[in-house]
């Protein structure tokens, strides 16, 4: 149960055709710039192809071809070597830039596209749930942020006010 097996599989579909660029995103994705974190499932960003002929999308070859490769579906999961993996598209203007701007990162010699850590910490501050803050206060605390990076993306995306509440509330002294 070796994440290199999930990643090599989602590169192999990438040059096979199956999908087009992807991106690691979710609790693994933090884990490329923060202690690692128990967490459920994998999370993959894709951009769904339509069917040839209709404007439709569907992540059906994506399951066809892996179920080819011995692959089975558990619930909402695609299991890949023993981890359940979801496969999502892009639901936002933010997570649209966070996939077209992923970055490469080495994962014992396979190469794996990881959304940047900006992206992540503002995708966490956008969803907002408790756990999400808890890992955004990591990206801060760990100082894994490129602060102005951060700032760019958190105006294009109307995430200020977002920000300037968060560090009223957990980054600064006085309420």
Known sequence: MKIQEVIATINQMQADGIIERYAIGGAV???????????????IFVSFRPQPGSFLIS?????DYLRARGCFMEGEYVMIAGWPVQFLPPGTSLVEEALLEAVTKDVEGIPALVFTAEHLAAITLQ???????ARLLQFVENGSLDAARFQRI?????????????????LNDTP
Do not use: C, S
């Open 29 to 43: 994705g933090a884990t490329f710039y923060l202690e690692p974190v128990a967490t459920l499932d994998v999370d």
């Open 59 to 63: 992540p059906q070859p994506i399951f």
């Open 127 to 133: 969803v907002g749930r408790a756990k999400d803050k």
């Open 154 to 170: 958190l105006a294009r995306h109307k995430l200020v006010d977002a920000w300037q509440k968060f560090e009223r509330l957990f």
